[in-house]
């Protein structure tokens, strides 16, 4: 791969990782499990229809993310970054897929 292809994927990966970040900011600290389903799912049945849209955004943007991750993470040193950011990479990525399997399960979303 060229470095252009690999500079590009990069720069996927932290876009993508950016906007996943962007559409958890709202997300009441200590940011743990019980707040991300509260914020993505609410707490009644209206809550979960009336935030279907920021779930949808929310999964969306982690699969551009896993995605991202999945296209450079054998070049991921190579890509420039060192061993703690792969090490920091590998576990956000672990993070997010499991806290979507955690909102879809509240929510009843089908995986």
Do not use: W
């Not at 707040?35 to 551009?64: M, N």
């Not at 991921?76 to 950011?85: M, S």
Request: aromatic fraction near 8%; proline fraction near 2%; glycine fraction near 4%.
């Amino acid at each position: 791969m060229t470095d252009n292809g690999l500079a590009a994927r990069r720069d996927e990966l932290e876009n993508a990782a950016g906007d996943l970040r962007e559409l958890c900011e709202d997300v009441a600290v200590p940011m743990q499990n019980k707040q991300y389903v509260t914020y993505f799912c609410g707490v009644t049945e209206q809550a979960i229809a009336q935030r279907a849209p920021r779930r949808k955004a929310f999964y969306a943007a982690i699969e551009r993310y896993s995605a991202a991750h999945a296209a450079l993470e054998q070049e991921l040193a190579t890509a420039g970054y060192a061993a703690r950011e792969i090490a920091s990479i590998e576990k956000e990525t672990a993070r997010f897929e499991q806290l979507r399997q955690e909102i879809c399960q509240a929510s009843g979303d089908a995986l």
